[in-house]
C-alpha cells in the first residue's frame, strides 16, 4: 500500500510540473526578440519529458529546440534590417493538451489518495469491531 501512495503522490508532483511548462509557456506565447545579435535572448520554451523512477513517475522540463522561429513583421519593434524578430516556438494548442492531460492525472492520483484512505479508514473500523 506504501508503494501506491508513493506512486500517487509522485503523479501529483509531475502533474504540477507539468502544469508549471505549459502555464509559462501559454504565458509567454507572445515573446519577441531580435534577431540582430549572434544569439538568441528570449524566451526559451520548455516541454515536460515525463520518465519512470523511485515514488512514481519523475518529470524535468527540457528546452524546445529551436527556442524560436523567425517572423517577418518589419514594423515591430525588435525587427533586424530583414524585417525578422524572434518569436518564442510555443504550441499554443499542444501547451493547451498538457494542461488538459495534466489535469486527469493530478485527478486520478488524488482518487487513489481518497481510495487508500478511505480502505485504511474502513479497514481501521473493522479491526476496532472485531475486539473483544
Not at 502555464?23 to 534577431?35: E, K, V
Not at 516541454?47 to 529546440?65: D, F
Request: net charge neutral; hydrophobic share 40%; proline share 6%.
Amino acid at each position: 500500500m506504501i508503494e501506491a501512495f508513493n506512486n500517487a503522490v509522485g503523479g501529483l508532483r509531475a502533474a504540477s510540473v507539468r502544469v508549471a511548462v505549459a502555464a509559462d509557456n501559454i504565458a509567454n506565447i507572445g515573446t519577441t526578440r531580435s534577431l540582430d545579435d549572434a544569439t538568441y535572448s528570449g524566451f526559451v520554451p520548455t516541454r515536460a519529458v515525463q520518465s519512470s523512477g523511485l515514488g512514481g513517475p519523475q518529470v524535468t522540463a527540457k528546452p524546445v529546440t529551436p527556442p524560436f522561429i523567425n517572423e517577418f513583421n518589419p514594423s515591430h519593434p525588435d525587427a533586424n534590417a530583414d524585417g525578422l524578430i524572434g518569436r518564442a516556438n510555443v504550441d499554443l494548442v499542444a501547451n493547451i493538451v498538457e494542461l488538459k492531460q495534466a489535469e486527469i492525472a493530478y485527478k486520478a492520483n488524488a482518487q487513489v489518495l481518497r481510495d487508500r484512505k478511505s480502505t485504511r479508514l474502513n479497514s481501521s473500523h473493522t479491526d476496532i469491531s472485531r475486539m473483544p
